[in-house]
């Protein structure tokens, strides 16, 4: 067993010596060619298709697949660089429209483009296999199975097995590519193998630079009818949208120089307190080489890896050259930092995203403080949309937002759950201020009432005689009625729409939050024993479940004064709980 297990891993015993495992000096699975991008057609049919085919096979496409909904977002931000280089941009609105407009003409540069760095696309080369490090070794010269890269399995996230016996330490070479991909965008942090010549190696072992890029980050998308649908929506122009960045330098791994053991401008003579570059914008971040990977095996399967530390990419402020992800105000690394700082908005797997809609729609977000900084940024791909709309090449259609990530556990070095959800918006709420603040207020208005449903539960409980150290009551008649919401909510945003008359939307999502919450809390009422009934003194407050059902009624009222036609209650007293 190497030096450098980390949890979950799953490294064998007397595991193969390079020598064993090399498959010579000829190039060998160009994926420009071979079929290992995993589509879903339209025709219903699940198949493998090369880079090139996924571009001129687009229309044709519903969705990329794969193993894992990450796999999916690494492969559409592969294809994104592809698509950005190719087309030199775009610059523009204007430029973005020529794209769309003349795809014959995009497909031509696409094959163009693809035709030029053909030898940078080879899966094994004797001097710059894509993705990986052809001369890549440890000290020992110890090869470890494919669990080293892949995310699933025995030991990571043992929900998501897709993988058993062999087949977790081997893979066909299509597989081995997607999992190459995924690896550099959404590894694992902690100890990985030590390089030689890399000089933050100590003891054999590379100490950890964080995850892979992707998975420091909550991905979000749009998803169109078709892949060209896809692509189009998600290919911005950094300039549209205040990234400010210099195209001509943000290149993808390809364009770059050949990887090896190093991290990208560092020397053989350098020592490990050398600061590493910086990201020179999305397309370079959608294929940002965090690890040094070499893959080892036979013309019919890869059958063992070295996964060491690559270059490591920091979060803070980021937007500025990342596009698909939300961003948070952060008190702590603004203190830190002496300026004010935003941090990725990952996913949280307990709450929907529909929740956290303040982030994605521009001009929502509230301030931490009077006169301070947002307490949110959407993703660069929200004001992208507004762009496109403002300037007429996008009509009042319903757009599907996907958010995918990762939850890491134990200092995350071990993949705990994979979050996937999405979300279909119309178009007006990303350029329309009114609309996009009424669907904001929607759901603060709903997670209100969840809140007076919450503390007639807790109010009930302690009438009962339940400890009030327990949040147990309140959690579990919160879950069930974000549950209910969830569908309802999903079912209602879709019809603000431009021509909607707002106060009415309002008042049909006020109608429904309130007979929701409502049925709920009659079944908590109807539940309570007779102790409840009964009350007793808690906190140094009475109350029992009549008090409780009075106090949540009037609190309902407050938050939620559109579902009836008198409006507002009165003011508000005081309710416990």
Not at 247 to 274: F, I, K, M, N, Q
Not at 342 to 354: E, I, V
Not at 558 to 572: D, I, K, N, W, Y
Request: aromatic letters at 8%; one cysteine or more; glycine letters at 10%.
């Amino acid at each position: 067993m190497g030096a450098d297990v980390r949890p979950g891993d799953r490294t064998e015993r007397g595991a193969p010596r390079m020598s064993e495992q090399l498959l010579g000096a000829e190039p060998f699975f160009n994926l420009v060619d071979e079929g290992w991008v995993p589509v879903l057609d339209t025709a219903g049919r699940s198949r493998e298709v090369s880079l090139r085919e996924a571009f001129h096979q687009a229309d044709e496409i519903v969705t990329l697949t794969g193993e894992l909904p990450t796999q999916s977002v690494a492969l559409l931000r592969l294809l994104l660089a592809v698509l950005h280089r190719a087309t030199d941009g775009p610059r523009q609105v204007g430029h973005w429209a020529d794209v769309r407009d003349d795809w014959g003409g995009t497909l031509e540069a696409v094959d163009g483009y693809l035709d030029h760095f053909h030898d940078r696309f080879w899966l094994q080369h004797p001097e710059q296999p894509f993705m990986q490090v052809p001369d890549l070794r440890t000290a020992k010269d110890e090869v470890f199975g494919l669990s080293r890269i892949v995310c699933d399995g025995p030991g990571t996230s043992t929900f998501l097995t897709t993988r058993v016996g062999a087949d977790l330490d081997t893979a066909t070479w299509p597989e081995a590519a997607r999992w190459l991909l995924h690896a550099h965008a959404y590894d694992v942090s902690g100890i990985h193998s030590g390089g030689v010549g890399d000089p933050r190696v100590k003891g054999g072992k590379g100490y950890g630079i964080g995850t892979g890029w992707a998975g420091q980050i909550g991905a979000i998308h749009l998803v169109g009818e078709t892949l060209r649908d896809t692509l189009l929506l998600n290919l911005l122009a950094p300039d549209a949208v205040g990234m400010q960045i210099d195209v001509d330098a943000d290149l993808p791994v390809w364009e770059r120089a050949p990887l090896t053991v190093l991290p990208e401008g560092w020397h053989p003579d350098d020592d490990s307190g050398r600061s590493y570059r910086q990201p020179t914008g999305p397309v370079d971040l959608y294929t940002w080489p965090t690890r040094r990977i070499r893959l080892f095996g036979t013309r019919e399967r890869a059958t063992g890896v070295i996964n060491a530390q690559g270059d490591r990419a920091t979060p803070q402020n980021r937007f500025t050259v990342e596009s698909m992800t939300a961003w948070r105000y952060s008190e702590p690394q603004t203190k830190a930092a002496g300026q004010v700082t935003y941090m990725p908005l990952k996913h949280d797997a307990a709450r929907s995203f529909w929740r956290g809609l303040e982030a994605l729609l521009p001009h929502t977000s509230r301030p931490v403080k009077p006169g301070g900084p947002d307490r949110r940024r959407p993703p660069a791909l929200a004001a992208w949309v507004a762009e496109l709309r403002t300037d007429g090449h996008l009509d009042d259609r319903l757009l599907r937002w996907r958010a995918v990530g990762i939850e890491y556990g134990s200092n995350e070095s071990v993949f705990d759950e994979i979050v996937a959800d999405e979300i279909v918006l119309p178009v007006a709420l990303l350029a329309d201020r009114v609309l996009a603040q009424e669907a904001v207020d929607a759901v603060d208005a709903a997670e209100k009432a969840v809140y007076a449903l919450g503390s007639l539960a807790q109010n009930v409980a302690l009438a009962a005689g339940g400890s009030p150290e327990s949040d147990g009551p309140r959690e579990q008649v919160s879950v069930r009625a974000y549950a209910a919401l969830d569908q309802e909510f999903r079912r209602w945003v879709p019809t603000l729409t431009a021509s909607a008359d707002a106060a009415e939307r309002r008042a049909s999502w006020h109608r429904t939050v309130l007979r929701l919450v409502s049925s709920l809390a009659d079944e908590v009422v109807d539940a309570a024993g007779p102790a409840a009934l009964v009350g007793r003194t808690s906190g140094g407050q009475f109350r029992d479940a009549g008090l409780a059902l009075h106090w949540f009624r009037k609190r309902v009222r407050e938050v939620l004064p559109h579902a009836r036609p008198t409006g507002r209650s009165g003011p508000e007293t005081e309710e416990a709980a």
